[in-house]
């Protein structure tokens, strides 16, 4: 196993990035190959305790592709761009897979210009898990497209059952439409026209609409929706999280004495429910739908976070998350003719 | 300032409507009119401790508009239900104002054909106050229409500033559009074209694009989007502050003795939170944009919800919102011949 980082990409690359992927080595026993500048990878590493550094390549590389560059142009014209030299090594075959915290945008055109689509397969999309009361709920599409058409959020509905079941271990994933009502007669026309068609769809267990609070509940174990609906609903819970934690302390701040106490001794059993919310816990959604493991890691990835997404990349690739996508598309598309 | 409130509509109605009703009397002094089954409603009132009787009246309807009914035939075909008759008494300038937290699409539909819309808007918009950390975020639409094209939208951010200038009295209301990005670049179609628009709009205060974390966050006073993504986000929020409330209880309980202990000390400080999170302190959204003041609850409204939004619904008599609206929309009218 073999996963090529992009040490250029994300709001605190390259320092953890690197200390990621060192960190990774250990955990995770896999080689990492760091793309990026190599000079200033070699001194951050040298810092670092690896396993075995043996482990760690570097592939040098002169460009980086900002988050504010076009990526469609910034992908064709930055060749020796980080995200770009890291995509090519898998699709040489020289790594199993590609991880980058930096623009979205470019690593996913990066992944459909160099590895392509999966046959079948018309847009990809970003498969991220949502912590709920007990377990997780898979988001998809979660930013990779937006004004999808029907067939697209089906193809999202089948690639993220397979992903639930193989990486999470459900049997038989509940899969919901994300709509405004529980009837089929609900929503927009871009909802009122997949649901029949996920309705129907035999590879996927569909269980109907799940309207915004059905996310959190865990009713379902994969939800899809338009990825510009994925994206803002991912964002806000970030940013609802966030504030209702900073409102708490404000409170206990503001509380007196006794709150400060009271604070401290249920510190505890909360740490372990904060790291279950915490992002960087899951660090990286897979991007599904492309020849190849790609991983998207958050613009502010810590270090635990870019460790904890090389391990998603390790399960996607021992669980063959691409050849069951390929396999299940093959047998629909048997099944059709 | 007398108020149509529609007894009938709602998870706990007539109960908790008609007590909520009453609560309001002795609150806001304003006159009530209960709409729906007569009997019913004296058997509950005569229950409650009214402030001064004389100021509920109760109007008798014989038909109700159920949840799973298609909201513009049920109001068309059901002219004797509570919603009808409720709004229709606002129409005839027997109420200033009507509430209801029944089927938001009758409830919608209703106000549309017999109210009318305000000249100069094309569709109807849901506002919803969100808490934030020191204030509130009015999000529209949160729900009244979807596949709203981008006039729409504008529409939706100069009556949403109205309202947050008059209401909740912000000077110059900072609106921002609800995207995937900050740059003016991102988005789907609907917000691509929408942005210049709300950008060139001289009554109102554009200060950019809104990212989903950006809502709680408070850094805008008003957010528009499509009422599709507005439900979305809407009820997300709903259902994750009640898993997250519902976790902490678990991580509480299993967290031994001492933890128990913590949890009563800080809890004084947490309730003064939870209050300002709770939905039924605002109780109720306002529909903007039709010839008359209609206010929409949660289904789920509790007595304090019902009374709350009451308030709302004085709030926005009492300011002229509509008259300022209307005064605005001539304007801009005026500027464009």
Chains 1, 2 share one sequence.
């Not at 068609?197 to 269980?207: E, K």
């Not at 709150?259 to 660090?283: C, F, H, M, Q, T």
Request: with cysteine; glycine share 10%; aromatic share 4%.
């Amino acid at each position: 196993m073999k996963i090529a980082v992009d040490a250029m990409g994300g709001d605190f690359a390259p320092e953890k990035i690197v200390a990621g992927a060192a960190r990774a080595v250990g955990r995770f026993g896999c080689e990492i190959v760091l793309v990026g500048d190599e000079e200033k990878i070699k001194t951050l590493l040298a810092k670092e305790k690896v396993a075995d550094n043996k482990k760690i390549e570097i592939v040098n590389t002169t460009q980086v592709i900002e988050m504010h560059e076009h990526p469609a142009e910034a992908v064709r014209t930055k060749k020796d761009s980080s995200i770009v030299v890291a995509t090519r090594l898998v699709k040489e075959g020289k790594c199993d897979a590609v991880l980058s915290a930096g623009s979205t945008g470019a690593a996913v055109t990066a992944a459909q210009l160099i590895l392509r689509r999966i046959k079948g397969i018309a847009r990809p999309t970003i498969a991220t898990p949502i912590p709920t009361r007990e377990g997780v709920t898979l988001l998809l599409d979660s930013g990779a497209n937006v004004d999808s058409k029907p067939e697209h959020l089906v193809q999202s509905a089948v690639m993220g059952s397979i992903y639930s079941e193989y990486v999470f271990g459900i049997e038989k994933p509940r899969v919901g439409l994300l709509n405004i009502g529980e009837e089929e007669t609900k929503g927009n026309e871009q909802a009122l026209l997949t649901y029949p068609l996920l309705r129907d769809n035999p590879s996927i267990h569909f269980t109907g609409n799940a309207e915004g609070r059905d996310i959190p509940k865990g009713e379902f174990d994969v939800v899809v929706c338009d990825g510009f609906v994925g994206n803002v609903v991912l964002k806000f819970a970030e940013g609802l999280a966030k504030t209702i934690v900073e409102m708490v302390k404000d409170a206990i701040k503001n509380g007196g004495l006794l709150a400060r106490l009271g604070a401290l001794l249920i510190i505890p059993p909360l740490k372990k429910l904060a790291k279950r919310l915490d992002v960087s816990e899951y660090g990286g959604a897979p991007l599904l739908g492309v020849n190849g493991c790609v991983i998207i890691s958050h613009g502010s990835s810590n270090e635990k976070a870019i460790c904890n997404a090389i391990g998603v990349a390790n399960e996607f690739v021992n669980n063959n998350v691409l050849q069951r996508i390929s396999d299940t598309l093959a047998k629909e598309e048997d099944a059709e003719q």
